[in-house]
């Protein structure tokens, strides 16, 4: 005969232990907040930090972020991108920008990867710039806060 004691111990502690993974897995769904930091291209004044909005649902998500002219005194577009988030954390962002005139004098695509853990996101990657027949990387790395 099982004590009743015992038996509800066992109850409590093989609950526990089947609850234990749903408890371990995190849930990186929310809205994240920080900056894009990219090296100097070849016709910028220098290196462009920019604010940078993140939203993830459901394993995927979706960031934007303002694009500067050359001087980095004037906004000329919006980089819209999105990838799909891993339940361990690790994350691919993709884009492609293009200035907003009819025959555009700047495009580029973006790619970033990095790993998201607790309330942090970190990425690097690279925005291949087509540009006057020309073509150059960038490189860049993202901080990220929930």
Avoid at 68 to 94: F, H, M, R
Avoid at 105 to 125: E, V
């Amino acid at each position: 005969m099982i004590r009743k004691p015992h038996y509800i111990a066992a109850l409590v502690m093989t609950a526990w232990l089947c609850s234990a993974p749903m408890a371990m897995a995190q849930s990186f769904d929310g809205s994240w907040h920080g900056q894009i930091t990219c090296a100097k291209l070849s016709f910028t004044k220098g290196t462009q930090k920019v604010a940078m909005t993140m939203t993830v649902s459901g394993g995927q998500a979706t960031y934007s972020r303002q694009v500067y002219n050359k001087d980095n005194t004037a906004v000329v577009g919006t980089e819209e991108g999105s990838g799909p988030v891993a339940s361990d954390g690790a994350i691919k962002l993709t884009a492609t920008w293009k200035s907003a005139k009819a025959d555009p004098k700047y495009t580029y695509t973006a790619s970033y990867g990095g790993t998201m853990t607790g309330n942090a996101a970190h990425l690097r990657g690279t925005q291949v710039w087509t540009y006057e027949g020309k073509s150059e990387d960038r490189a860049c790395s993202i901080a990220l806060s929930k």
